[in-house]
């Protein structure tokens, strides 16, 4: 790929480290590109970070054809890592198709995020529990207000340096079990990663935080029974001694860090079962102790534990409101691999070169 440079006149000041919090400082610079029927993805550039022109007939604004990743870009001593930027490449090519949208090839996608993070390297922060969160999106920017698909995409690549997504950090949340509003269902957008799943979500966030809950547990659409995601994560429980998460049948995110949790999990010697766990056994379990753990899975909050589950009234609280071993465990070997401090056998670390 060709790509344009414009470097911006004046740069700006970098945030301290250590008040980094989520997504609200950018870098100095982002990538773009075109796409136009007939023409294909062209004028790749590396600009000044800004604002944006679009026409008020842009479709994204009335349709919402847009679709979005996120992954990190990590500095230790040596190096910097990305973490499977392939997986996040691929996971938008598939959103892509659901919402009939312009593909990336993965080749381009990679080659984008890895020029862009080159350009900024110097704003990949290096304290302990931060990172430099990559935010790839594409969207509809033919002017037009039939439905149909567009004949004019944008791809863009901005960068955050963030530390912990929640303000708890690694501690426990508080989660409230949503039996009203749901997420998706299987045959909707559940698996595509499109800025509609979440504007949808955005009700039950505000509901939860309101009765004192950092985020929600989605039920599934159909039966408000079976247990989907938490929040902007996947989840997963250690009931006894075995992981449950839901299972990828068209609801749920397929996420990178569900992903490589469930791998390291496999490896450590832990069955994972991948099934419909309905809310009421779930409770159950909270309270007779047979659930042991839970906890978040995502690229954001990484590993977010679980310390208590509300559902219906019924307020459960999880291995005494404490980060369990298993989940700091899990916390610990996947930030080391991707942090390049522990090996990483499964070759999921990619180093800038
Ligand atoms: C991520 O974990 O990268 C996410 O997409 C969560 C985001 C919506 C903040």
Redesign the pocket.
């Known amino acids: 790929m060709d790509i344009k440079i414009t470097r911006a006149t004046t740069l700006k000041e970098k945030p301290d480290q250590n008040k980094l919090g989520?997504?609200t400082y950018f870098t100095d610079h982002m990538f773009v590109m075109d796409y136009e029927e007939g023409k294909g993805w062209h004028n790749a550039q590396i600009v000044p970070y800004g604002p944006i022109c679009m026409d008020p007939a842009s479709m994204v604004l009335h349709y919402a054809q847009e679709t979005?990743e996120?992954?990190k870009a990590y500095r230790n001593k040596d190096n910097i890592l990305i973490f499977r930027p392939d997986m996040n490449a691929k996971r938008m090519i598939r959103s892509n198709q659901r919402l009939c949208m312009a593909e990336i090839p993965e080749a381009m996608f990679v080659e984008a995020v890895e020029a862009i993070v080159k350009y900024e390297q110097d704003w990949i922060p290096e304290k302990e529990g931060t990172s430099l969160?990559i935010r790839p999106f594409c969207f509809a920017s033919e002017a037009g207000v039939g439905v149909h698909p567009a004949r004019a995409y944008k791809f863009i690549i901005i960068l955050s340096p963030v530390g912990a997504?929640y303000p708890e950090g690694v501690n426990p949340v508080k989660i409230y079990v949503e039996d009203e509003y749901v997420r998706a269902v299987a045959g909707g957008t559940g698996f595509a990663?499109c800025g509609g799943n979440?504007a949808a979500s955005i009700a039950a966030q505000v509901k939860a935080e309101k009765l004192g809950y950092t985020q929600v547990l989605w039920l599934d659409g159909v039966h408000r029974k079976y247990v989907e995601e938490v929040g902007?994560?996947n989840v997963m429980f250690l009931i006894d001694d075995e992981i449950v998460t839901a299972p990828l049948e068209g609801s749920v995110l397929p996420g990178v860090?569900r992903d490589s949790c469930i791998q390291i999990l496999k490896d450590w010697g832990y069955r994972v079962k991948e099934i419909n766990l309905a809310i009421e056994d779930l409770m159950e379990y909270a309270q007779n102790g047979r659930l042991k753990e839970a906890f978040g899975t995502?690229?954001?909050?990484v590993i977010s534990p679980i310390g208590e589950l509300n559902y219906k009234g019924n307020a459960q609280i999880i291995n005494d409101f404490k980060t369990g071993g298993l989940t700091q465990r899990l916390y610990d070997e996947l930030t080391g691999i991707q942090w390049g401090l522990k090996a990483d056998p499964y070759h999921w670390v990619k180093i800038l070169k």
């Open positions: 989520f997504g979005f996120g992954l969160y997504y990663k979440y902007t994560m860090t995502g690229t954001a909050a």
